[in-house]
């Protein structure tokens, strides 16, 4: 049974979903604000699931109370990295430390290989696995 049968990258909140519009991203963003999280800007090109420190765009904005602001900073990320996943990170500060609240996918490549399992075998009947990006083989900036 395939359990993602769009074979797209699944990180995030609404990653069974169609590409969400500016103006979907722009709640998104408007309702954070008004529970007053911090937006950041995050961009790969290698989506592991287990590469969870994706490039920083920008400096995080905990200051900013204008959705219209977070997502110009989309906008100047997707003109720089096309290419790449984009995803939009929200984090809530009220505790003193910095917790992810929400996270979503604003940007993906128009081709997205996916990934394979790769299995080996070890000492006796045993197996390893592992998930391997297709496009893992090529290198920085050039995977898509």
Same mark, same amino acid.
């Given at each position: ?19 969400? #519009?500016?103006?979907? $991203?722009?709640?998104? $963003?408007? =309702?954070?604000?008004?529970k007053?999280?911090?937006? #950041? ?11 969870? =420190? ?8 905990f ?19 096309p290419?790449? =996943? ?12 910095? #917790? $992810? ?24 009947? #045993? ?18």
């Open positions: 049974m395939m359990t993602n049968p769009t074979g797209r990258l699944t990180q995030g909140q609404f990653s069974f979903l169609p590409d969400l #519009s500016d103006a979907e $991203i722009t709640l998104q $963003i408007e =309702y954070g604000l008004k007053g999280y911090a937006w #950041s800007v995050e961009y790969t090109d290698d989506p592991h699931p287990r590469n969870t =420190y994706w490039e920083m765009f920008g400096m995080p904005m200051d900013l109370q204008d959705a219209a602001g977070v997502l110009m900073e989309v906008k100047n990320c997707r003109k720089s990295f290419n790449h =996943y984009i995803r939009l990170m929200a984090f809530d500060s009220t505790r003193g430390v910095e #917790s $992810i609240v929400m996270s979503f996918i604003v940007n993906r490549p128009k081709d997205e290989p996916g990934f394979m399992l790769e299995r080996q075998e070890i000492g006796g009947r #045993s197996m390893r696995y592992t998930t391997r990006g297709y496009g893992a083989d090529k290198p920085e900036g050039k995977r898509y």
